[in-house]
């Protein structure tokens, strides 16, 4: 399956305003994307241009159907997981060190070991500040009367409430105004005590951001190139 070069192209779209300028250092380093989704995208079609390369040597592409027992241990690793983090929620995220996942990680982020452990810190944030939350008491109160309102005066409780009964029940049992005060001071906590994880993601993002236009800038120079060739 081959990548679309859009992506790769609209990472190079300010260098074609400006021209490919060099310095006394040398050629200058592609522009990147300013939006988040944008540098998103570009880390994303990096990472699969890289799988894509891993995978294609061993003779094997990412198939849209069908589970390839093969494909998949090339792709995600084989054996036991070795990289292991257990969040303060209780779960635990594994992954491997092998697999052309890995390596394309490698490749991106320079440390993979480093971007898995920081990267399900950093993703968890808010489900942490959300269980912190779930354990406040007066949040379990609130959750209480919300559940006492929401019970139907007759018969079993259903599994999940009419929208509208819920919604009404948030705000008569201060749930809502509960949950809108407290989310967003505890996530701000969770986030000032994970301060070093969060600068680390930053910096490895960072560089994953700059090999990646590295990576899309040679690969659009390269096809730029063979369809502007001839033969004689």
Same mark, same amino acid.
């Given at each position: 399956?081959?990548? !679309? ?15 490919? &300028? ?15 989704? &944008?540098?998103?995208? +570009? ?20 198939? !849209? ?35 052309? +996942? ?5 490749? +991106? ?19 942490? *500040? ?16 919300? &559940? ?59 560089? *994953?951001?700059?090999?990646? &236009? ?19």
């Amino acid at each position: 399956m081959r990548l !679309p070069r859009a992506l790769c192209a609209a990472a190079l779209a300010v260098l074609a305003l400006t021209g490919c &300028a060099t310095t006394a250092a040398g050629p200058a380093r592609p522009a990147l994307p300013a939006g988040e989704r &944008a540098r998103d995208d +570009l880390i994303d079609t990096a990472q699969r241009l890289l799988v894509d390369r891993c995978l294609a040597r061993q003779g094997l592409t990412l198939g !849209p159907d069908g589970r390839d027992p093969r494909l998949e241990g090339a792709l995600f690793g084989r054996g036991r997981p070795e990289l292991s983090v257990t969040l303060a929620t209780g779960y635990t995220v594994t992954a491997h060190t092998d697999g052309c +996942l890995a390596a394309a990680q490698r490749e +991106l982020y320079g440390d993979q070991r480093r971007w898995f452990r920081t990267r399900v810190v950093v993703d968890n944030l808010r489900a942490e *500040a959300q269980q912190r939350m779930r354990n406040d008491p007066d949040y379990r109160a609130a959750t209480a009367r919300w &559940a006492r309102c929401s019970a139907p005066a007759r018969g079993p409780r259903p599994r999940r409430p009419d929208p509208v009964v819920a919604e009404r029940c948030a705000r008569r049992s201060g749930l809502a105004a509960l949950r809108a005060r407290l989310e967003p001071a505890l996530l701000a906590r969770v986030r000032a005590e994970h301060r070093g994880p969060l600068t680390t993601y930053r910096q490895l993002r960072t560089r *994953a951001l700059r090999r990646a &236009a590295d990576l899309c800038a040679t690969r659009t120079v390269r096809a730029t190139g063979q369809k502007g060739s001839t033969t004689s």
